[in-house]
């Protein structure tokens, strides 16, 4: 219990300080800036909003913009405590380990709009709303995938999962899933191509209004959901902490890198469509794609 | 000692500047963008500092006043080529300020100078001028224009006849997204703009000529679509928007969006690529009936696929469109 608890905390830790550095390298390699500092200005930054003043806007909803960052970090920790580090390590062994994280993608909608909405501002309030509208497909196409990915397995514990990965990963058995859920994770964390809720063009959405310790908190927690995605699709389609030679938790975390370097590069290197193109691409293309995803999986399992 | 050692920390990062470009400003802004000492960002809750480049037209003032007090503390005020209209450190036209505002951001997390003061005192902008059931003048709890800014009502969506809460706000002239100076004042229904009417139109720039200018352009609509890296390494490395296509900048912009004089976005945006002109703009052209039905981030990108000068003529007259 006690090695699960903390190697959960030191995974999201490190994950999110990692995902941070990653995020100014890919920068500094695309841009052509350079990039001396990238291991500490993510830290030098967190410092610099650690010493602003958190301002308040006239009449927020003081207690949702208190929760929202709060709630939305203890999501991903949650989210995370049912990925297996090593065998027989697991903080939460539940049976149905992959509902849980379902519940988790489903409340971090409610979590992101409760920050839009408690601004009391417009440009937040229609990131909160944009947010709503995109995340909601998303999530459908999550469950699809994870269902196709614990088919093999014949169980919903996560533990099960990564143990029916023994002889094959499902990254090789069902390589669209790993794609569509890579895309969950861009959403659940508002990145690059699917950043409708935090985008430039609304001045920081949701965080226009956002200063101080309470953006360095809401920031932190979108690099631990970023993390999480990793350490899910790691090990629902990687194998999770399964390998030859090393030990299990570096199998784990390798797999991890590799999973936050591919959403870093798609963050910063994919273009994001207007929301009314990409909520026409979820419905009509991405929806039917996780569906024969989950209809050819069975299909494989049955004959 | 926790709060020095924050402080060091903290200095190891670039300075968060809000920038506000005014009249012949923005290249300047465009310039200071490239500079690793400084990272320009998009809300001025996220600032430490506020730079102002060039002259503020007389009726933004006030406007520049409320931005500057939203300013979270320790914070402090840069004029560059600009004349100080409130307290902060002047720059000439010929200097160049990155030096100084990495410098400025280390005083101001060590502590070592004293944070701005507000300029404008801390109460609502319009007196309360609420009447009815609940004090704001509307029907039940909504509508009404309590502190001089109208809440929202229920009114008929345009695409589908849903009723939902429409909005209305004044947007600008100091919005990042927007060009500097332009002042919109849009009803929106979600991110659906339901009306839009032009208040003041963006200050004059500088029109320069020749790639660097093309580049400039397609930057500024790359950055928008959510490739900020992409679109600084345009301008840093000038060999053209090749890899562009392979970002999917081009088919993420919907086709026929913001169509003028026979281009729309994704062919003005091409043309730049290519170091073309698009053709010039009907004269009789205008912004404001562009935007009604677009959401808010396709209003954003037609908005910023002309060139400065085209949008001061579209915005030329006081327009109403609905």
């Known amino acids: 219990m006690t090695t699960a608890l903390l190697s959960l905390a030191a995974l999201l830790l490190g994950g999110a300080w990692m995902a941070a550095v990653m995020d100014r390298l890919a920068v500094a390699w695309i841009s052509g800036r350079p990039a001396a500092r990238a291991f500490v200005e993510p830290l030098a930054r967190a410092a610099g909003l ?112 990564v143990d029916s990965q023994r002889e094959v990963w499902n990254v090789v058995r069902q390589p669209p899933g790993l794609v569509l859920f890579l895309m969950l994770g861009l959403a659940l964390t508002f990145r690059g191509p699917f950043d409708y809720a935090d985008p430039e063009d609304l001045a920081g959405g949701t965080a226009a209004e956002t200063s101080g310790p309470a953006r360095a908190a809401w920031q932190a927690a979108r690099l631990c959901m970023l993390v999480a995605v990793a350490g899910m699709a790691s090990a629902v ?67 | 000692m926790a709060v020095s050692l924050l402080a060091r920390l903290a200095a190891a990062a670039p300075a968060p500047v809000f920038a506000v470009a005014g009249i012949d400003g923005l290249r300047a802004v465009e310039r200071l963008a490239l500079d690793p000492r400084v990272e320009l960002v998009a809300s001025p809750r996220h600032a430490a500092i506020l730079l102002v480049a060039g002259e503020i037209r007389p009726e933004d003032r006030a406007d520049l006043y409320r931005l500057h007090d939203q300013m979270p503390h320790p914070r402090a005020t840069v004029w560059w080529a600009s004349e100080p209209l409130f307290a902060g450190i002047p720059v000439g036209p010929h200097g160049f300020p990155a030096g100084d505002l990495a410098d400025l951001h280390r005083a101001l997390a060590a502590r070592a100078m004293d944070s701005d003061p507000d300029i404008l005192p801390d109460e609502p902008p319009n007196p309360w001028r609420g009447k009815g059931d609940y004090g704001q003048g509307g029907e039940g709890m909504m509508g009404g224009t309590p502190y001089g800014r109208p809440m929202a009502m229920t009114a008929d969506d345009l695409r589908d006849g849903l009723a939902l809460d429409a909005y209305s706000a004044t947007f600008g002239p100091f919005l990042p997204a927007f060009p500097p100076g332009l002042v919109l004042d849009l009803t929106l229904q979600g991110d659906v703009i339901q009306s839009a009417e032009v208040l003041r139109p963006p200050y004059l720039q500088h029109e320069l000529r020749g790639p660097a200018a093309y580049l400039r352009r397609a930057a500024r609509l790359v950055r928008l679509l959510g490739l900020p890296a992409v679109a600084e390494r345009l301008r840093r490395r000038p060999e053209g928007c090749g890899a562009l296509a392979r970002t999917g900048v081009f088919a993420a912009i919907p086709a026929g969006l913001g169509r003028l004089g026979g281009y729309d976005v994704r062919d003005r945006l091409r043309a730049w690529c290519e170091e073309r002109t698009p053709p010039p703009l009907p004269e009789e052209a205008r912004l404001a009936p562009l935007l009604p039905g677009l959401e808010w981030h396709a209003a954003v990108l037609v908005i910023n696929s002309f060139t400065d000068a085209e949008l001061r003529s579209l915005c030329g007259a006081r327009e109403v469109a609905a």
């Not at chain 1, 009449?59 to 995370?80: F, K, N």
């Not at chain 1, 469509?273 to 794609?289: D, F, G, I, N, Q």
């Open chain 1, 237 to 303: 389609f990687l194998g999770g902490p399964l390998g030859p030679w090393l030990p299990g938790p570096l199998w784990l975390v390798l797999k991890m890198v590799a999973v936050l370097a591919l959403l870093v590069a798609a963050t910063h290197l994919l273009a994001r469509l207007p929301p009314s193109r990409m909520l026409t691409a979820l419905w009509v293309v991405l929806l039917p794609a996780a569906f024969l995803d989950l209809v050819l999986v069975g299909v494989e399992l049955l004959l």
């Open chain 1, 50 to 161: 650690l010493l602003r003043q958190p301002v308040t806007t006239e009449r927020p909803d003081a207690t949702g913009r208190v929760l929202a960052p709060a709630l939305y970090l203890a999501l991903a920790a949650i989210g995370l405590s049912v990925v297996p580090v090593a065998e027989g390590v697991v903080l939460t062994d539940l049976s149905t380990g992959i509902v849980l994280w379902g519940a988790c993608e489903a409340l971090t909608v409610v979590v992101v709009f409760l920050h839009g909405w408690s601004a009391n501002a417009p440009l937040p309030l229609i990131g909160a709303y944009r947010y709503v509208a995109i995340a909601l497909p998303t999530l459908l196409l999550s469950m699809f995938v994870l269902i196709a990915a614990a088919l093999p397995a014949e169980s919903l514990s996560v533990t099960a999962i």
